[in-house]
Every structure is written in structure tokens, then in C-alpha cells.
């Protein structure tokens, strides 16, 4: 199946600064999606992003499918943006989707 | 206005008893999801549904058994609960259609600890 891979796997910054998730996946791709999983447990959907750029506030995603990979930014963090971010892809068939999932990068912002 | 909802939210039994989760969409959507969230935090699936038809068993043991009355709720009964049992467990659901891709929206997940 599917490989996803995500980088760092931690990474503490100071408030305000900037940073950047990176994730690969080894197969093309119909689906990309990038969550939060905050301190409580939820997981709360960030992009829906199979290719392409979008952006949401402090928050930006970049997908280069034909290179495998998809970026995540968050500038100006807040100790809000602490807990774990996940990159799931699909790239089953039609009728047999389901998210694979990568390890996730563990944020943790510092006052 | 909560679009995927899991009952209970916290569940502490012992190892052998029977356990049930629900969860309910309102999305609209015809396709819903059980994922397992180990100790560890990885995510995997476990089970899809479209339409109450079941698509997606990814060897799971047959401890678990989902059912799907209708297109928008998914329950999952397990068995013979084992401490292996324990994890957090995430209902999804999406909308799929073969001209437009989909996002998943996930429920609150249920923590499931067996003692």
C-alpha cells in the first residue's frame, strides 16, 4: 500500500515564529488531506488538498503531486497551534477509498 | 450543530465484556468510516460503509463487527474485549461520487481503555 512519511516528527518553536510540515507519500494521490489533533484528542480538518495551494489564514498548504510531497505553513504560531498535525492521502480506487495515514509532526509552541 | 457524533465519549470496561459505539452524521453523506487510533497516535482504518453496504474490512478481527441501519449512522459492537482493545476510536464520513473527489470529516473519537 500506500507509504506516507512526515517531517519533523517534533518540533517546539517560540510564539510568533514560523514553520513548515513536510509530507511524502510514494503513490499518486485522489485525495490529501491535513489535520490537527489538538491537546483534548479532536481531530480537526485543516486542507483538503490533492494538489495545488490553498490558504486559511496563518495557515497555508502547497500539494506538488506529480513530485509526491505536500507542505503545510503556519506563520505567526500561537500556543493554540499545539498538538499533533497529520497528512493523510487516498489513492485507492473508486468505491474503496480510505485515508492512510503518516506519523504526524508533534507541535508544541512555547509562550 | 455537530456534523459527526460518537457515543460515549469515554468507555472503561473489563477484558471478555461486550462493548457498542455509535456514531451519527449529518452531513448527508453515503460513506462512513471506523479508524483506530493506538497508543502510538498512528491512525488506520478499520472498516468503510457505503450506503449500509459494507466496502472496506481491513483484517480486523472478527471481534468487531460493524452495522450500518441506515446511511447515517455506523455502530461498531466488539466482543470478548481484549486489553489490545484499547485505543481511541474515530467515525468518519464523506461524501464520494466518481466525477468529484472528497473530504473526510471526522467524529470526537470514543476512548475505549480495557482494564
Known amino acids: 500500500g500506500i507509504q506516507v512519511e512526515q517531517s519533523p516528527p517534533d518540533l517546539i518553536l517560540q510564539e510568533g515564529a514560523n514553520s513548515t510540515l513536510r509530507c511524502n507519500f510514494s503513490?499518486?494521490?485522489?485525495?490529501l488531506q491535513w489535520f490537527h489533533q489538538n491537546p483534548w484528542g479532536q481531530l480537526i480538518n485543516l486542507f483538503y488538498i490533492p494538489s495545488g495551494t490553498k490558504q486559511n489564514g496563518r495557515l497555508s498548504a502547497t500539494t506538488v503531486a506529480t513530485e509526491r510531497y505536500s507542505l503545510l505553513y503556519i506563520s505567526s504560531s500561537q500556543t493554540t497551534d499545539s498538538g499533533v498535525y497529520f497528512c493523510?492521502?487516498?489513492?485507492?480506487?473508486?468505491?474503496?477509498?480510505?485515508?492512510?495515514f503518516g506519523t504526524g509532526t508533534r507541535l508544541t509552541i512555547i509562550p | 450543530d455537530t456534523a459527526v457524533s460518537q457515543t460515549p465519549k469515554y468507555l472503561v470496561t473489563q477484558m471478555g465484556n461486550d462493548k457498542s459505539i455509535k456514531c451519527e452524521q449529518n452531513?448527508?453523506?453515503?460513506?462512513m468510516y471506523w479508524y483506530k487510533q493506538d497508543s502510538k497516535k498512528f491512525l488506520k482504518i478499520m472498516f468503510s460503509?457505503?450506503?449500509?453496504?459494507?466496502?472496506i474490512n481491513e483484517t480486523v478481527p472478527n471481534r468487531f463487527s460493524p452495522k450500518s441501519p441506515d446511511k447515517a449512522h455506523l455502530n461498531l459492537h466488539i466482543n470478548s474485549l481484549e486489553l489490545g482493545d484499547s485505543a481511541v476510536y474515530f467515525c468518519a464520513s464523506s461524501q464520494v461520487t466518481r466525477e468529484s473527489s472528497y473530504e473526510q470529516y471526522f467524529g470526537p473519537g470514543t476512548r475505549l481503555t480495557v482494564t
Open positions: 460503509y457505503n450506503n449500509k453496504e459494507l466496502i
Open positions: 503513490d499518486s494521490v485522489n485525495n
Open positions: 452531513l448527508g453523506h453515503d460513506t
Open positions: 493523510a492521502v487516498d489513492s485507492s480506487n473508486f468505491g474503496n477509498e480510505k485515508l492512510t
